[in-house]
């Protein structure tokens, strides 16, 4: 996994928890990086989960509600680092439907490495947008706060649900409606 996500989680805890908790989290959590990142290397995904772990337990909040709130917090450098793709972009729903086929192929070009989810439209009208996640990596929840993240940015008020009638081997069904 990139080090721009380990680098982000560390500030993450720091602003949302205090220098503090990011020591005693590196500290604890005996990881073979021991802690220190850089944005463009890549580590193993194991020390992320050791690291949402800790903190997880030492807040007593539910893992899928960190990550979420980590997305959210993600979001801004994900924008400012690459604000020449979303400029492509004048609404929420086109940028989010746009991931797989536009937004990815950049990343790749950046991070030719990156094991990067998969976005697959179903559905997309100007309101609605229905899409089939898939990750190596789990971390529905962490997608589903950049989702909502997006639809700040274009200051539209909407939801992402999850539609649990896909077989969870087939992916997760993100269903994104705009009020």
Do not use: W
Request: negative net charge.
């Amino acid at each position: 996994m990139k080090g721009f996500i380990f680098t982000n989680f560390i500030e993450f805890v720091e602003t949302t928890h205090g220098l503090e908790m990011v020591d005693e989290m590196i500290t604890n959590c005996n990881l073979q990086s021991e802690g220190i990142y850089s944005s463009f290397s890549s580590y193993e995904f194991d020390e992320l989960v050791s690291l949402l772990t800790y903190v997880s337990n030492k807040i007593d909040v539910n893992p899928e509600i960190l990550l979420e709130k980590f997305g959210v917090f993600v979001f801004p450098y994900l924008i400012g680092k690459h604000s020449y793709i979303i400029e492509n972009y004048d609404n929420a729903i086109d940028l989010i439907g746009g991931i797989e086929n536009h937004i990815h192929i950049e990343v790749k070009k950046i991070y030719n490495d990156a094991d990067l989810p998969t976005f697959r439209v179903v559905e997309k009208t100007t309101k609605k947008l229905t899409i089939i996640y898939n990750s190596s990596k789990g971390l529905t929840y962490f997608a589903i706060g950049l989702i909502k993240e997006t639809l700040n940015h274009f200051k539209v008020n909407g939801s992402v649900t999850i539609d649990k009638s896909l077989d969870p081997k087939m992916g997760v069904k993100f269903i994104i409606e705009l009020d």
